[in-house]
């Protein structure tokens, strides 16, 4: 099943069936918004202009100026919620209270609220404050000062008002900070003024106790004291070990002492050489004297005990001379011992001249940083009171408000415009949503879409028919209406051009579909055509047919099937070829007679006798009648009612008569309103609506 396309066409049928849909919802909307534009009461606006800067205090002490404003992004904001703050209008209905305006505009309301000054004058505050609202001009520091009103004069007079509120709150605003921080300075001033006095007071008693004079000086001459003394501590720690090797090699001297002599330091004493040379030559004189003189002449005596004194002699400067390097030695280590000791006394002074200076320096520290706070606060305390009249912000009216000439709303023109649209674009979606909800059957193409099966015809609908319904083909044969039965007709001889349908099951999904009048019109305009056609009221629960064509029902297709009567229940219909057989009395078991024997035999028979045979069944969905019909017949025509059968009742119809394998001939769409479709009008153009023909 190819999908199909949808047109501009297809757009403007659907408007046309359904334009008075959308022209309801469209005066409906219109309507509304002219109702409300109307019944609204008109609010005029009027807008004071004002310059709002940030003021940037100048420091008048040194050093304290800036060369650039501070970016505060905040602070546009903090002046908007200002302007509509209580404090503000609540200063406005003081300003406004003797204006004759603002008495006579609220002169209700006094009366209404309380006899209490204070509770009325809170309640103009929350009136006039709802009214206001602040909008920044854009690229600029001009402000909006905007008030709404019913009344023109009043709008005027409360927006300037509330600029002079704005900036009276300001200045009150500015000299009551100034003055919370005059105080609060003056009492913290006082405070460090006590602090520094204090401070002082102890770095004076600490100097005065410790003689600080005094330390100032050690302060200078103890490092280089120290100094000088770890210099000769160096000298004499060398003096000290040098004396210390010589030392340590003489003290294990005490009886050989010519192994003295190969100590540098003994052999070079002068009187030790002077003695060592003497013996020298004491010697070589006894070796000289001995080769003339025997051992004991007098002579060798003599020159052997003056070699003994000289070599005593010689001990004893040897001896004196090992005294003399053990002196030394103590005294260079004495003399070590008595310079670290004064390094030692002379740095324990150094920390305790440090361990003063560092609490006179934080007490110094602590009474220089009380002054200079102190300092600070009576500079700052002198220049607030200098400049106690500057505000934070600079506000300047640029432009006065003027009584407003036209009201911002309602917008009349706007409204209506808004109306207009809304009322198409609501008529639009209506018909949108009211076509996607409706799941009837409208047109041929859809059906035939939607359903997969052959729409062999069209009905139109008859608003008010001259003739009964049943009888349009009979009584008015040249009409539209009669031509598309014709059609029908046509459309069926020639499903099967070889063996057409003999057979034919008429039926409907539910009830109230026109499937009675269908098999009625049908049969007569195929009567018409020459051949002899017998209609079957088979709808033995509800019969409609005798009453259609006005006849007798005492006898018919139930007496026949329960065996009550013989063949002779066929009667003459309006047509001298078109034979009818009613229903007969309604019995109590319906399905079970169609299913019988002898209907079987009553079609063998009458197919014999009758070119084209017509059941008029049940519908589909309420009883299986018409199923257990459409297995016995040729074919079936199932008949729709535009926009009242949906496609989901004809296609469990079509469902059910698939299970079966029962021939499906096609759907006929009844009662389709020509104005409402335009597919129809090409077959109702051609007549008048009197039924003549257009040439």
């Known amino acids: 099943m190819e999908k199909k396309d949808i047109h501009l066409k297809d757009y403007i049928r659907l408007f046309k069936k359904r334009r008075n849909l959308a022209l309801t919802v469209f005066i409906s909307i219109f309507a509304l918004f002219l109702i409300v534009t ?23 002490m040194p050093g304290m100026n800036y060369a650039y ?52 004058a809170d309640a103009f505050s929350k009136i006039i404050r709802g009214g206001v609202s602040v909008k920044p001009v854009k690229n600029s520091k001009i402000v909006d000062i905007s008030y709404i ?50 401070s002082e007071r102890t770095l004076q008693a600490y100097m005065k106790d410790k003689n600080f004079v005094a330390i100032e000086d050690k302060v200078a001459v103890v490092p280089q004291k120290i100094s000088e003394i770890n210099s000769q501590l160096v000298k004499a720690e060398a003096k000290r070990k040098e004396t210390e090797t010589l030392y340590n090699k003489v003290r294990s001297i005490t009886s050989n002492f010519s192994d003295a002599l190969s100590i540098s330091a003994v052999a070079s004493d002068p009187t030790v050489q ?21 051992a004991k002449h007098p002579t060798m005596v003599r020159a052997v005990e003056d070699l003994k004194g000289l070599k005593s002699r010689r001990e004893q400067e040897i001896k004196r001379v090992i005294d003399s390097i053990k002196n030394e030695y103590e005294m260079a280590r004495s003399n070590e011992g008595s310079i670290r000791g004064l390094l030692s006394a002379t740095n324990s002074e150094a920390l305790n001249v440090n361990d003063k200076l560092i609490e006179y320096k934080v007490l110094s520290r602590e009474a220089d940083t009380n002054r200079q706070l102190y300092d600070a606060l009576i500079k700052r305390i002198k220049e607030q009171s200098i400049t106690e009249q500057v505000r934070s912000a ?4 640029v432009e006065n408000a003027e009584k407003p000439s036209s009201p911002v709303s309602p917008k009349t023109a706007r409204n209506l415009f808004l109306g207009i649209i809304l009322g198409l674009l609501g008529g639009i979606g209506m018909v949108f949503f009211a076509e996607y909800l409706d799941q009837t059957i409208k047109s041929p193409e859809d059906a035939e879409a939607k359903l997969g099966v052959s729409v062999l015809g069209m009905i139109p609908l008859l608003k008010t028919p001259e003739h009964p319904i049943e009888q349009i083909v009979q009584k008015e044969p040249i009409s539209a209406f009669t031509e598309n039965y014709k059609a029908i007709r046509t459309a069926l001889l020639l499903s099967a051009a070889d063996h057409p349908p003999q057979k034919l099951l008429v039926t409907s999904a539910q009830p109230e579909e026109g499937k009675t009048v269908t098999a009625v019109n049908l049969a007569t305009a195929i009567a018409q055509s020459d051949y002899s056609v017998l209609l079957v009221d088979a709808d033995l629960r509800k019969p409609r047919l005798y009453k259609a064509l006005g006849l007798p029902n005492s006898k018919g297709l139930s ?11 066929i009667q003459a219909g309006p047509l001298p070829n078109l034979s009818v057989i009613t229903s007969g009395p309604i019995p109590p078991n319906p399905s079970e007679l169609l299913s019988s024997n002898r209907l079987n035999e009553m079609l063998s028979a009458l197919s014999e006798k009758y070119d084209i045979i017509i059941f008029d069944a049940p519908p589909l969905l309420s009883v299986a009648d018409g199923l257990i019909l459409s297995k016995l017949l040729d074919g079936t025509l199932v008949i729709a009612r535009a926009g009242k059968t949906s496609y989901d009742d004809v296609r469990k119809s079509l469902k059910s008569l698939s299970d079966l ?17 335009d597919y129809y009008y090409r077959y109702h153009y051609y007549y008048t609506d009197d039924g003549e023909k257009k040439a």
């Open 38 to 60: 109307v019944a609204t009461t008109p609010i005029y606006k009027a807008s004071t202009k004002v310059l709002i800067e940030k003021n940037e205090r100048s420091s008048l």
């Open 69 to 120: 404003a501070s970016y505060d992004p905040e602070f546009y904001e903090t002046q908007y919620q200002l302007i509509t703050s209580t404090a503000v209008s609540r200063k406005v209905v003081d300003l406004l209270a003797s204006n004759q305006t603002f008495e006579a505009y609220f002169g209700k309301i006094i009366k209404a609220t309380s006899d209490n000054q204070e509770a009325r």
């Open 149 to 198: 009103s019913d009344n023109p004069i009043l709008a005027q007079i409360i927006a300037n008002t509330v600029a002079k509120a704005y900036i009276e709150e300001l200045l009150e605003m500015s000299m009551s900070s100034t003055q919370y921080t005059l105080q609060w300075m003056t009492k913290k001033a006082e405070e460090e003024r006590e602090k520094l006095e204090k």
């Open 274 to 294: 002077s003695l060592t040379q003497q013996i020298l030559k004491a010697e070589q004189q006894n070796m000289e004297l001995s080769q003339k003189y025997g």
């Open 394 to 397: 600079n506000v300047l009216i």
């Open 559 to 569: 007496t026949y099937l329960a065996g009550a009567s013989d063949m002779n229940i």
């Open 661 to 677: 394998n029962a021939r499906v001939l096609g759907v006929v769409i009844n009662a389709l309103d020509a104005k409402k479709n």
